[in-house]
Structures are given as structure tokens and as C-alpha cells.
């Protein structure tokens, strides 16, 4: 048998050390291959990624990138997890959306895995009055219920309760929340609330209902009109601070009154942003317990549920891989509770094999993938680490901006907030039209035979206040332009792609045109002729040496057969007879825009 050595087996032991400067120039040498001349760190700026909130993410991070030490779990200031256990003893609170009076879908869910109920009641939801339908043969004992009633939480908090009590139901054994959340709902309509009424709720809450909360802050508003992680959580910290300073000027204590509220996020496909972002917000909540004088008091609960504005209306199948990995961040992020809204929630209800799909996902990375075995698996890296730290500085930075302008409800009413908003997603939209965020079934790898999910239509969600936006609008209208002109037509608008030379030359640049013209909505044609093909306009695609040498014949030919617009498919060149090109980095919506407006697609 094999002895080791007294000291251990070092398997680099015989490796001269290596240093940052070493890796910096072979990084430096790669990237002269492509023609980049950098060198030291430089090397390392031409690899990092500009994040939104002025944030940077860097190829390597090392033990140098230091950070402020997270603490514990269930220890100030929070950052790796509010509760001593974190998730270790169940998992987090599978928490299922319902936004119609189906009781029968309610149960299915609690009987195969939901834990929690988060029901949308009063206007765009469930009637108030049908609460002790939809809530029938559950037990409000064992499920928490989570309410969403906007202006109507006051009805629907009293019905709930009143199910409590006529159920027999400990107020000791109540859990959830009542859903209180005026600023949360001015931002979603316009309509701004009197606080005055959830004061006797969370002190009843306090007092009877130990187990239950008043108050959600709910940054999903800002999250869906286009605003950064650092917006969301700085807005939802001045939500909080607003609701603190409510509830302690009616007389409850900070403790009581931090007690009273859960705070709820958006969970994206950005994996390390979202950890971030979760870890930093309690970080945040943290400092502001601290401020108050109740440092004890500062563990942010947390509810996230998986990112309306990144879910497609086009290959919704799509949507199931997105939502795992938002789901797994979050749930590695620490949040107590994960919402993972169905593959087909932005086409209108879902279906049962879509529920079924969005509670199985916690389901598997739970019990299968054994997520919530190791509380904070992501601390200690020291790229997250990082992260964490520029993100909760950048978030508070927001939050003091919104402070010295008076406070949330006065951002909100005097719409620079709006403008922040608006001002980042429009910065947004530009990566989006370029694909530099591409969106994998839309704007990448669009498949225009796909058969449409119909779905029967969901309730109309609030709305008057901030806008929604999702990031597959711009090639959402491209596509239903084109869905009209095939209904009208029988055909979609098509492109001709004329391919130079042989497949080696013209593979990768047919395959690009093939792609960014579907995400429009329009066919490439790449057999036959260009007279077969139907087509009034066409792409060249090859490789920039042929193009050198025969664009220009080409383009002649093409134009007196009838192309009335000739694409390259390329960086644009000195070719005669050329009216645009079509590259990586190309405003991909203004083009596709022009082209159907020139097609006559309406």
C-alpha cells in the first residue's frame, strides 16, 4: 500500500509558484492573437464585463479581493442568512402563486409539494368573498397563506382571519402574511393608501398571530419597469424605512415593527447577481436595524420569486431552464421562500402540467440536487463576496438618494423615481436590440415553425402606476407583424440568403443571418435561386476574402434580377451597390424594423 508522506501529499509541491503577473501575460498573449495589444492589467480590464449600477465583473478574482466579513448565520449583519439553520431542516417554503378561485388547483399543489400559498385577491385576483372557497379542505394550520389584495388587503386580511377563527385555529399556529403594502400598490396603479389601517392589523399581528405578519415590501414593481438589482433593493429598503417609521410613530416598538414585514424579489437567470442581490439586501435591512437601535431585530425575511420580465411569450419551453436557475439562486442565496411562476405564465393562466412543472423544480433541487443542505454554499468566493459588497454599496447609495428626496412615497409621486427607472431600462433595451443580452428561442436561435402554447387569459393585473416591461417586447411586436402578415397572406416575409463560395466560407455568417432575420419574424430562403425564392431582398453571406473578390459582381446580378435591397452579412465594407449590413453587435430590432416597414408588413 501507498504511505504518505508525514506532511501530507502536496500534488503541487514539485510546481514553481505562480503570481497574478504571470497569468496577466498569458491572458495579454491571447489576446494579441486577436489582435488586441494589452498587457498587465489591462489584460484583465479587456475580459471584465460591465454590469448595470456601475458594477464590473472581472475574469479572476483572487484572495486580495477582499470583502467585509459576512458574519454567521442568524448572526448581524445577516449576509449568510437570517435564520441559524438557513434551510438545512426542510428546505425553503415552496410558495405557489394563485391568482383565480380554483380550489381544486390549490389542493393539487399542496398535495404534491407546495408548502405556502401567496393568493392575488380583490381587484385582478380572487374575489375577497370567495377567500373560504378557494381555501377550502386546506389546512391554515400547517399551509401559510400569503395575501396580495392591493387596496382591498383590509377586506382581505379580516376574511382571513375570520377563517382562522372560525376554523378553530390557534392564532400561535397562523402563519404568512396579510399583505399590506400601500406604497408597494401606488407603485403598481398611481393610487396612494392611508396607512392608518394596517396599523391595527400588525399590532394585531403582534399581539395574537405571533407567526403572522402585516406588511410585504414588494420590490417586484421596480424590478419589473426596467430597474437595476441596486434600484430594486434600494427602493425596497426606503419601503421598509417608511414602513418602520409608520409603525413605530403608532407605537410599536422597532423589534415589533421590523417583525412585521417580509421583503419580496425578484429572482433572475443572472445566478451570481441574484445570490448578490439577496445576501446584500439582508446586509442592508441589517444596517438599518442597526441604525434604529435594534440590531437583533435586523433579519430580513425573504420571499423571491422567479422574474416576470425575463419570462417569453415565444418558446415558452424555454422558461423551465430559466426558472431553474433562478429558482436554484435564489434558494442558494438564502431566501426562506421561492416562488417559481409556471413556463406559461406570461401567455395567460397556467395549466396543471405547468404548475406542476414550476413546484417540481423546487422539488428536485431540494430533495435531489440537496440544495439546501449547506447553509450560504456561495460564501466565501470570493467573486460573490465581492459582488455582495458592490452591490449593497450601490444599493445604498440609491436608497440615500431616495432619502434626501423625501422618502419612497415621494419619489413615486413626483416621478423620479420613473425616470430612474425608465432611464436604465432604456439603457437596457439597447443591449437587448443588439443582442449583447441575448434571449435564447427569441433573439437567438429563434425557431419560426414552433406551434403556439395557447392559454385561456389570466386576470388583469394591477396596473396605472410604473410600467411592465419584459425583455422580449421589442422582437415580440417584430413577431406579431409577422404572424399577421402570414395570417393575411398565407406566407411569412422572407429573405433570400445568397451564399458565397464553400460551406467553410459561408457556414457561420449564413447560420448568424438565419438567425437574426427569424427573430424578426422573417424566413430565410436559402435554396434555389434568388428568383424562386420569392424574395425581394437579400443577404450575402461569406467570408470577408470573397467578398473582396466577388460582392460586388454579385450585388450587380441580384439587383437586376429584382432585389430591391441587398444586405452583407458582415462588418461594413467599400462594396458597391450595398444599402446595409447585418453584423455581431448591429442594432438587431432597427433592422428588422426597416425590413418589414420596406416589405409592406404592417
Known amino acids: 500500500m501507498t504511505v504518505l508522506p508525514d506532511d501530507g501529499l502536496s500534488l503541487a509541491a514539485e510546481f ?18 486577436s489582435g488586441k495589444e494589452v498587457s498587465g492589467t489591462a489584460a484583465e480590464d479587456a475580459l471584465s464585463t460591465a454590469l448595470e449600477d456601475g458594477l464590473r465583473t472581472r475574469p479572476l478574482y483572487t484572495a486580495h479581493d477582499a470583502a467585509p466579513d459576512p458574519g454567521f448565520p442568524g448572526f448581524a449583519p445577516f449576509v449568510r442568512g437570517a435564520r441559524a439553520e438557513g434551510n438545512t431542516t426542510g428546505g425553503w417554503d415552496v410558495r405557489q402563486r394563485h391568482s383565480v378561485a380554483d380550489d381544486t388547483a390549490v389542493l393539487t399543489d399542496l398535495e404534491n409539494g407546495v408548502t405556502s400559498l401567496w393568493l392575488v385577491a380583490g381587484e385582478g385576483g380572487i374575489p375577497v368573498g370567495s377567500l373560504g372557497k378557494v381555501l377550502d379542505g386546506v389546512y391554515l394550520d400547517l399551509a401559510p397563506v400569503v395575501l396580495d389584495a392591493g387596496s382591498q388587503f383590509g377586506p382581505a386580511a379580516s376574511e382571513l382571519l375570520r377563517l382562522y377563527d372560525d376554523r378553530g385555529i390557534d392564532g400561535k399556529a397562523a402563519r404568512g402574511n396579510l399583505g399590506a403594502d400601500p406604497l408597494g400598490h401606488e407603485a403598481r396603479t398611481g393610487e396612494a393608501l392611508d396607512f392608518a389601517p394596517v396599523v391595527p ?31 430594486e433593493l434600494g427602493s425596497s429598503i426606503a419601503t421598509g424605512v417608511a414602513y418602520l ?8 416598538s422597532v423589534e415589533q415593527a421590523c417583525a412585521q414585514l417580509e421583503f419580496r424579489y425578484a429572482a433572475t437567470a443572472d445566478q451570481f447577481l441574484t445570490i448578490a442581490k439577496l445576501r446584500a439586501a ?11 437601535g435594534a440590531p437583533g431585530a435586523g433579519a430580513q425575511a425573504q420571499h423571491a420569486v422567479v422574474s416576470p420580465v425575463m419570462m417569453t411569450r415565444r418558446d415558452p419551453w424555454v422558461n423551465m ?38 413546484r417540481n423544480t423546487s422539488t428536485v433541487l431540494v430533495e435531489e440536487s440537496h440544495l439546501s443542505r449547506v447553509i450560504d454554499p456561495a460564501g466565501g468566493s470570493w467573486y460573490v463576496e465581492r459582488l455582495t459588497d458592490e452591490l449593497a454599496e450601490a444599493a445604498w447609495r440609491f436608497f440615500r438618494t431616495i432619502e434626501r428626496d423625501g422618502g419612497q412615497a415621494a419619489v413615486l409621486r413626483s416621478g423620479r423615481l420613473r425616470t430612474d427607472l425608465a432611464t ?43 410600467p411592465r416591461v419584459r425583455r422580449d417586447e421589442a422582437f415580440e411586436a417584430l413577431r406579431a407583424r409577422s404572424d399577421a402578415h402570414l395570417a393575411a ?47 425581394t431582398e437579400v443577404c450575402l453571406c461569406s467570408s470577408d476574402a470573397l467578398y473582396e473578390e466577388q460582392a460586388d459582381d454579385v450585388v450587380r446580378t441580384l ?11 458582415g462588418r461594413p465594407g467599400q462594396y458597391s451597390g450595398v444599402d446595409s449590413y447585418v453584423f455581431a453587435g448591429c442594432d438587431a430590432v432597427a433592422v428588422l424594423t426597416a425590413t418589414l416597414d420596406r416589405m409592406g408588413v404592417s
Open 424 to 466: 436604465t431600462w432604456a439603457e437596457r433595451s439597447k443591449r437587448l436590440a443588439k443582442r449583447r443580452e441575448p434571449i435564447t428561442g427569441v433573439s437567438e436561435f429563434p425557431y419560426l415553425g414552433e406551434k403556439p402554447v395557447e392559454r385561456a387569459s389570466a386576470p388583469e393585473p394591477r396596473s396605472g402606476g410604473l
Open 489 to 535: 397572406t398565407g406566407s411569412r416575409p422572407r429573405v433570400f440568403l445568397a451564399a458565397i463560395g464553400p460551406a467553410a466560407a459561408h457556414t457561420a455568417r449564413t447560420t448568424f443571418a438565419a438567425n437574426l432575420f427569424q427573430a424578426g419574424g422573417v424566413e430565410p430562403v436559402t435554396e434555389g435561386t434568388f428568383e424562386e425564392s420569392g424574395a
Open 245 to 252: 417609521r409608520d409603525l413605530t410613530g403608532a407605537g410599536l
Open 321 to 358: 431552464l430559466r426558472a431553474t436557475i433562478a429558482t436554484l439562486a435564489a434558494g442558494v442565496g438564502g431566501a426562506e421562500a421561492v416562488t417559481v411562476l409556471p413556463f406559461d405564465h406570461a401567455l395567460g393562466l397556467p395549466d396543471a402540467f405547468a404548475r406542476r412543472i414550476a
Open 282 to 292: 439582508r446586509r442592508l435591512w441589517a444596517r438599518v436595524a442597526e441604525v434604529c
Open 201 to 231: 392589523l400588525a399590532r394585531r399581528c403582534a399581539e395574537e398571530y405571533p407567526g403572522l405578519r402585516a406588511l410585504i415590501v414588494d420590490a417586484l414593481p421596480y424590478h419589473e419597469a426596467g430597474g437595476s438589482a441596486a434600484q
Open 559 to 569: 439587383k437586376s434580377a429584382g432585389a430591391q435591397h441587398v444586405f452583407v452579412a
Open 16 to 33: 514553481p509558484d505562480a503570481n497574478l503577473e504571470q497569468w496577466h501575460g498569458l491572458v495579454a498573449g491571447v489576446l494579441r492573437k
